[in-house]
């Protein structure tokens, strides 16, 4: 049984678990450190057979490490600390349940670790009821939306397939994320964008998980240039070659177009981000432009390859 885990790492998204657990092993290669990642929609059985072997580093989702735990083969009891990355969507109620139970598996003198790209009142909530005495970190300012260019394009529904291929045609882009509002738009527009005559995959929360970590594997690895999806993928993921992300649809809220803008100049890189934006997103785009403390210009004729290749 894992009597020798120490550390536990909880995601949101089996796309985070599995970059994290890479990033992890590659860090702790040298020093002997045994990490395992465990996520819903993988084999339960395989998960229990590793655990009898010694892991020093959980990588998971909530669901899953706390049904290993209820089972009685992930001993949580040494756990000496417990890292939530993407805090806010793990304090969603999709989570907030299975996290809570988790906590009861820990030792009461564990330390917790919480990282997250906004502070909403959940995060501050469960602050104040499970940890003593926080250091709070505030890196906002330096990690939100520096070296990333935005331009809006006013458009209409009807005209935004013509624009996208326009941006196609101007951009020099590495890699791409375009985001869409709905599993079936993401569908939708990638076939769009390959009858137009581009490499293209998508990804959403309704495939079967083999086939996401496929296709994620297989963009990270360069293997197409044009990623459409869901906010599935705005938590998180780590691409170096993503210099353009695109809004097709604009994001409701400012929360959600920080993490999607966020996909692109990431690691010191610059990135650029175009936002489609029609007659109805108008005001939203004005109330995230006055959250979010940033300026939205409108696309001009000609985008200067320096400011978002590098």
């Known amino acids: 049984m894992c009597i020798f885990c120490t550390v536990v790492i909880l995601v949101p998204t089996r796309e985070l678990a599995l970059q994290t657990s890479q990033v992890c092993k590659e860090l702790g290669k040298h020093l002997s450190i045994q990490v ?16 009898y072997q010694p892991v020093h580093l959980l990588v998971g989702t909530p669901g899953r490490i706390l049904d290993l735990a209820k089972k009685g083969v992930c001993i949580l ?15 969603s109620p999709e989570f907030q349940p299975s996290l809570e139970q988790l906590l009861c598996f820990l030792p009461p003198n564990r330390q917790i670790l ?14 104040d009821r499970y940890l003593k005495k926080p250091y709070i ?44 509002n709905s599993v079936n738009r993401v ?19 309704k495939m079967l998980q083999d086939h996401r970590n496929r296709v994620f594997h297989d963009f990270r690895n360069g293997a197409c240039r044009n990623l459409v ?29 920080l993490h999607r803008v966020g996909r692109s100049g990431r690691f010191g890189h610059l990135g650029l981000a175009v936002n489609l934006i029609t007659y109805e997103d108008r005001f939203n785009l004005y109330r995230i432009e006055q959250e979010l403390g940033t300026e939205i210009k409108q696309i001009p004729p ?6 978002y290749c590098r």
């Open 114 to 127: 919480m990282f997250s790209a906004t502070f909403p009142v959940t995060v501050k909530d469960f602050k």
């Open 36 to 51: 395992m990642v465990t996520t819903g929609g993988t084999s339960l059985k395989d998960d229990i057979m590793r655990l």
């Open 77 to 91: 009891k040494n756990c000496s600390m417990l890292i939530m990355d993407e805090a806010d969507k793990l304090l």
């Open 187 to 205: 569908e939708l527009l990638a076939k769009k964008i390959t009858e137009l005559g581009y490499s293209c995959f998508y990804i959403h929360a």
């Open 229 to 257: 999806c869901t906010d599935l993928f705005t938590r998180g993921i780590d691409i170096q070659a993503v210099n353009v992300v695109i809004n097709f649809d604009f994001p409701k809220n400012s929360e959600t177009y």
């Open 302 to 307: 000609h985008i200067d390859q320096a400011i």
């Open 137 to 180: 970190i505030n890196l906002m300012d330096e990690l939100t939306l520096k070296g990333i260019t935005q331009y809006y394009a006013f458009v209409e529904e009807r005209q935004k397939v013509h624009c996208l291929n326009t941006l196609f045609s101007k951009l020099q882009i590495n890699q791409s994320i375009i985001f869409c």
